[in-house]
């Protein structure tokens, strides 16, 4: 008697394999703004170290700016797919945000538990035209944001989990 093996894959108990979901991605330019702050830590971080060791002139101490350089280039290569990573739906009843990639990362806000909505978009947000939408429920440990979004989608989102929050508080 021969079995088959399991094909590989997400098995039937994952709980971030949901098929019936229609996941929406977030901005791509996100990807550029993150860059854009990695981008900033570099010469931050390596300008001074690898002065300090050329003015002093030790060998060893060249392994400062050897070990912040493959930091941030691993940094940069691993942000495109965290960003593709991110991402929102939408149900009847709550939103769900995933994220991650090797430590993956699944957050169900229920409607009737959102307190309010923020939309929030800084200088270097304003500049790649993305903003940031954050969910406050009663409890603080909760991390409902969603970076990224054009700034349109950001607003329709605020409005429609807004009024889908005051639907599901006047049930109660």
């Not at 901005?27 to 931050?44: I, N």
């Not at 700016?65 to 940094?75: D, M, Q, R, S």
């Amino acid at each position: 008697m021969t079995t088959a093996a399991a094909a590989p894959g997400p098995s039937a108990a994952d709980p971030f394999d949901l098929h019936d979901v229609a996941w929406t991605p977030v901005s791509p330019r996100l990807a550029g703004a993150r860059l854009l702050v990695l981008a900033v830590w570099a010469v931050v971080l390596l300008v001074p170290t690898s002065v300090l060791a050329a003015a002093l002139g030790i060998a060893w101490l060249w392994a400062v700016p050897g070990v912040l350089a493959a930091l941030l280039l691993w940094g940069a290569l691993v942000v495109h797919r965290q960003v593709r990573a991110l991402r929102y739906a939408e149900r009847d009843d709550d939103l769900l945000i995933r994220r991650g990639i090797m430590f993956r990362e699944l957050v169900v806000v229920p409607y009737g538990r959102m307190q309010y909505v923020d939309v929030s978009s800084g200088p270097l947000a304003r500049r790649f035209d993305i903003a940031t939408v954050q969910l406050h429920t009663a409890a603080p440990g909760t991390d409902a944001t969603i970076p990224g979004l054009p700034p349109a989608e950001a607003a329709r989102l605020r409005d429609r989990l807004a009024s889908r929050g005051e639907s599901r508080l006047a049930g109660l």
